[in-house]
């Protein structure tokens, strides 16, 4: 009788794990930008009357810079978050362009910084270019 006992709560731990994992793997999936459509939608609703012009999404997925028809620059996290920064606050690095958003609220660390893995700079110039004809 013990034995089974012990089976059954073995049984009832691993199925709670097993669980527990496809949870989180599934949360971790939707918490990712895909498009440049999810940015924008994302910064149209944190701004109101904010249009959008471009957007790029850093390699990971975890955050994105879009740029307004009127050159305000939005940055838009992965968990759904969005604020305005200025364009002084980009700055790259190595990895990409981290983005120093003023506030924990966007952002890591003292200056709420959001990382833009593998966007560079002339990725950044692009937002702003007119689409070639033909």
């Not at 930008?33 to 999810?38: A, G, H, I, N, V």
């Amino acid at each position: 009788m013990t034995m089974w006992l012990i089976a059954a709560a073995a049984a009832v731990v691993v199925g709670t794990t097993a669980l527990l994992v496809v949870v989180l793997r599934l949360r971790q999936r939707r918490a990712m930008l895909r498009t440049p459509e999810e940015a924008a939608e994302a910064a149209t609703a944190a701004i109101p009357g904010f249009a959008v012009h471009d957007a790029v999404i850093g390699d990971d997925g975890r955050a994105a810079l879009v740029l307004g028809t009127d050159g305000r620059v939005v940055v838009v996290t992965a968990g759904g978050r969005a604020g305005a920064v200025p364009w002084a606050a980009l700055r790259q690095t190595f990895d990409g362009v981290v983005v120093e958003t003023g506030t924990r609220r966007l952002g890591q660390g003292r200056l709420g910084e959001v990382m833009l893995k593998g966007v560079h700079a002339l990725d950044v110039r692009r937002l702003g270019m007119p689409l070639p004809n033909g």
